[in-house]
């Protein structure tokens, strides 16, 4: 991985922004860096995300747009527990110091959950064409994707060997 993969992007930070934002309730935050990334990597494939809701839903009615998504800004590679993009550390401590994200404690460990002014960038991101279909799926991601990140993990290693079976390091 090179020193362009710790970047952030403002793409990345508009799309996990808006992920935070649907994860987060009066009483739940977004569990975790392992939750985050599981959902992300479905966000940004999604023909994986495809498969995974049929799995969870067999009667699930959302499709993959017809050409997968090829101009992601940064490609997720294989690591520890499956797919990872380096750059959240950056993302994330982004977020975090212009206060659209809060860091909370859980009692797993560490959760995000956006503020007040995060919710309002995500308001505003919703209402523009270029958002509408990131948020979209962070909808059905929610319906049948709303579990645990140890879940999630094991999750993809029993249903995603072409992802899970890839170097460490490798691009997905």
């Not at 993302?91 to 659209?100: A, H, K, Y």
């Amino acid at each position: 991985m090179s020193k362009k993969d710790y970047k952030s992007t403002p793409e990345s930070e508009a799309r996990i922004l808006i992920l935070i934002e649907r994860f987060t309730t009066k009483k739940n935050c977004m569990e975790g860096r392992t939750k985050l990334a599981k959902l992300d990597f479905f966000l940004r494939y999604p023909g994986y995300m495809e498969r995974a809701v049929k799995i969870r839903d067999k009667n699930a009615s959302f499709k993959a747009p017809k050409e997968e998504v090829s101009n992601i800004e940064n490609r997720m590679v294989r690591y520890k527990y499956g797919p990872w993009d380096p750059s959240y550390y950056a993302v994330l401590g982004s977020l975090i110091g212009r206060g659209l994200v809060s860091p909370v404690s859980t009692k797993k460990g560490l959760g995000y959950e956006t503020t007040e002014k995060g919710s309002e960038v995500v308001e505003s991101l919703k209402r523009s064409i270029e958002w509408e279909e990131v948020d979209e799926r962070t909808k059905i991601l929610k319906r049948h994707l709303n579990r645990t990140g140890s879940f999630l993990k094991d999750f993809v290693y029993e249903n995603f060997p072409e992802v899970t079976n890839a170097e460490w390091g490798e691009e997905i």
